[in-house]
């Protein structure tokens, strides 16, 4: 997607260990307006798809998943990360291990907001290498709802999440796919046809 | 707002200790659409507020904001629960004692993202004892930016952060005061005349 690109290249910093600072526009100071275009671009991908509920984690997918959810016109849910004292059986738990806080969360999404009645649009800013996609596609599993899509903003195309999710058969649509970036500054986006 | 005071009766559950639960439309689920007509209230109710920022903290209050942001066409910025590891001299940083946790929360902002030229409207789900909001108002202070306005979604009046916050002269615009609830289910409203 063009201007998701364009405002990567503009305002994006590339760190050392491939981090992408995007702190300036997606996961600190939101721009909600960008979030309304992306969710546009979702909306037109998965055009067809019975959605009728977006799925997300906290804590940066929240705010792209609440735009995504007023244009699909259906509920968001984001499956928190729960201290011990939550971890009933009113809740479908699974673990993500974070690489960048070196650490394994439990996370929880309440039963009585997911079911098998549903069919879900998974949302998140990020994926590299998986975990936390993967979790969240536990959750849909254990609750019995039907996962018709997945919408990413930025996808590190270099770690192995992506192709992990494509192998599945899930529709995985990234709207910005980096295949290589450096700390001067050269990012290259992976060429997408649609 | 008689919406939100609506869908709280219906949907809220009152737990022991004054707990209100509203995770089917405010904090685990979300309603979207509902947060859009909250939005547009606040935007009546700060009419001609030179508003160029919104301000909140994660959780919860990310996701009400982003939808004030596209109703106010600009920015959020998110203050973060920091791991140490953020804690440098690029942040503004506050604690927050956090009392459903027990635990006291260093919280941050960028100073890129914040400062003397903002003009910012606070917005947050809950007010109870007002300390999350105290430190939200150090954090602006400390920037050197103004504070337009607090909107927050459910005030629970019978704590004393509402207070604490009006006897400064903030414009607080809580679109729903609860002044006293019962494990019954019996919650009595506060009447606002606006």
Redesign the interface.
């Known amino acids: 997607m063009k201007v998701l690109e364009d405002r990567i290249r503009k305002d994006g910093i590339v760190r050392a260990g491939n981090v992408l600072k995007v702190?300036?526009?997606l996961n600190?100071?939101?721009?909600?307006?960008l979030?309304?275009e992306m969710a546009m671009e979702w909306k037109r991908l998965f055009a067809g798809k019975p959605i009728n509920k977006i799925l997300t984690i906290?804590?940066s997918g929240?705010?792209i998943?609440?735009?995504v959810?007023?244009e699909f016109?259906v509920?968001?849910?984001?499956a928190?990360k729960a201290?011990s004292i939550n971890l009933d059986d009113d809740n479908y738990t699974t673990k993500i291990q974070s690489f960048t806080?070196n650490k394994v969360f439990d996370v929880i999404?309440?039963k009585?907001?997911l079911g098998p009645e549903d069919h879900v649009l998974i949302i998140d800013d990020f994926l590299a290498n998986g975990c936390a996609l993967m979790g969240l596609l536990d959750l849909v599993k254990d609750s019995g709802a039907t996962v018709e899509g997945i919408g990413i903003a930025i996808e590190k195309g270099f770690q192995r999440g992506g192709a992990l999710i494509r192998e599945k058969g899930y529709q995985l649509e990234s709207l910005a796919i980096i295949d290589a970036m450096s700390e001067d500054g050269t990012i290259v986006f992976r060429e997408q046809n649609r």
Chains 1, 2 share one sequence.
């Open positions: 702190d300036s526009f600190h100071q939101l721009d909600a307006d979030f309304e906290e804590t929240i705010a998943a609440v735009v959810a007023r016109n509920p968001v849910v984001f928190k201290k806080h999404v309440s009585k907001y």
